[in-house]
């Protein structure tokens, strides 16, 4: 069975950093990408960073210059490190990993959620 677990949200004043981790567990044989969503109250969910196989990144422009995701294959793990926080990057924010299994069929995985409050 296949887990992601998010751990690092919390509050933070304007301005500050949090970094979110998130580990995949399970029979997994390759990991051919992990993202970080998020979800504001009453909003869609929206991307906020991904990161493939080969290490390419994309953010969205919302987060840009801001925020940096990064994973380490050895632990399958994945992080999104949050600088310069804004009140309007308050949501729960979703680990999601898009895995191959030992059946080498590919699957979609989503974390329980981890809350970000900034206050200003």
């Known amino acids: 069975q296949v887990q992601l677990e998010e751990s690092g949200g919390g509050l933070v004043q304007a301005g500050g950093s949090l970094r979110l981790s998130c580990a995949a567990s399970g029979n997994i044989f390759n990991i051919n990408s992990m993202a970080w969503y998020r979800q504001a109250p009453g909003q869609q969910r929206e991307l906020v960073a991904g990161?493939?196989?080969?290490?390419?990144?994309n953010y969205a422009d919302s987060v840009k210059g801001r925020f940096t995701i990064s994973r380490d294959n050895a632990k399958n793990m994945v992080y999104l490190q949050m600088n310069s926080l804004k009140p309007e990057d308050t949501a729960v924010y979703y680990c999601?990993?898009?895995?191959?299994?030992?059946?080498?069929?590919?699957?979609?995985?989503w974390g329980q959620g981890t809350q970000v409050t900034v206050s200003s």
């Open positions: 990161i493939f196989g080969g290490g390419n990144a």
């Open positions: 999601n990993a898009d895995l191959q299994l030992y059946d080498r069929r590919t699957y979609r995985y």
